[in-house]
């Protein structure tokens, strides 16, 4: 683990979760991939992500789940940024207090620019307005 930490990047779709995991490699910023919502609570369990990229449309746990699951564990001062192909993105984001919400596809410079955002803010999360 690094002293910046980990980005836990909770994604179903193996290629999306590949792909986001080289981008943030290439940025220098360690990741975690995780499958599904039981894997991710798992993983975040011995150490506290720096940041959660989390995709709602999970199978079993969706990211509603695991969301309410890391801000009981961790608190407001954990950034989660939900990444999502359904509909109602705002609305789930705004249920797991991300500080911002991406619709599939998005581009990638984008993606890191709010891992970014995330990562360097100081104090809790503002949220979604």
Request: aromatic share 6%.
């Amino acid at each position: 683990m690094s002293e910046r930490g980990y980005v836990l990047v909770v994604e179903d779709e193996p290629a999306m979760r590949e792909m986001l995991g080289w981008a943030l490699e290439d940025e220098g910023i360690q990741a975690e991939l995780a499958v599904d919502g039981l894997e991710a609570l798992e993983r975040a369990t011995t150490y506290k992500p720096a940041l959660v990229v989390l995709d709602m449309g999970l199978p079993g746990l969706d990211g509603v789940g695991v969301g309410i699951a890391l801000r009981a564990r961790y608190g407001a001062e954990l950034p989660i940024l939900v990444v999502t192909a359904g509909g109602n993105a705002q609305a789930k984001a705004r249920r797991v207090g991300a500080f911002a919400y991406l619709h599939k596809p998005f581009d990638l410079a984008l993606f890191i620019a709010q891992v970014h955002r995330g990562l360097t803010s100081t104090g809790p999360p503002g949220g979604l307005a």
